[in-house]
């Protein structure tokens, strides 16, 4: 018994940050183009995750991106700024995106 409620409390922690950062992506409309694990009109925020996996500086670079927008790297629709995200926030979901794997 104590076995699993010690499990069903280290999955509830490890999954609350998750949750929290999706949400945070879906009120900044992150997800009216991209999905977690699927393109949409962007890519699947696992493919940026997988793609950006052994760059150092990924988080930086896709906090700008998510707020500055940008074009050319997953082909020719460009990502549009986000005006709306704070640069705290952008670090954020830069750092949930390079979590999902």
């Given at each position: 018994m104590?076995?699993?409620l010690l499990a069903a409390v280290l999955c509830v922690g490890?999954?609350?940050p998750a949750f929290a950062d999706l949400a945070l992506?879906?009120?900044k409309n992150c997800m009216s183009?991209?999905?977690v694990d699927r393109k949409v009109l962007g890519p699947a925020?696992?493919?940026?995750?997988a793609k950006y996996k052994d760059n150092k500086g990924a988080a930086d670079l896709l906090a700008t991106k998510i707020?500055?927008?940008?074009s050319g790297v997953w082909g020719p629709v460009?990502?549009?700024a986000n005006n709306q995200v704070s640069e705290a926030d952008a670090k954020k979901l830069a750092a949930w995106v390079l979590s999902t794997k």
């Open positions: 104590k076995q699993a490890c999954t609350v992506a879906t009120s183009c991209h999905a925020f696992r493919d940026v995750a707020m500055k927008g940008g460009p990502m549009p």
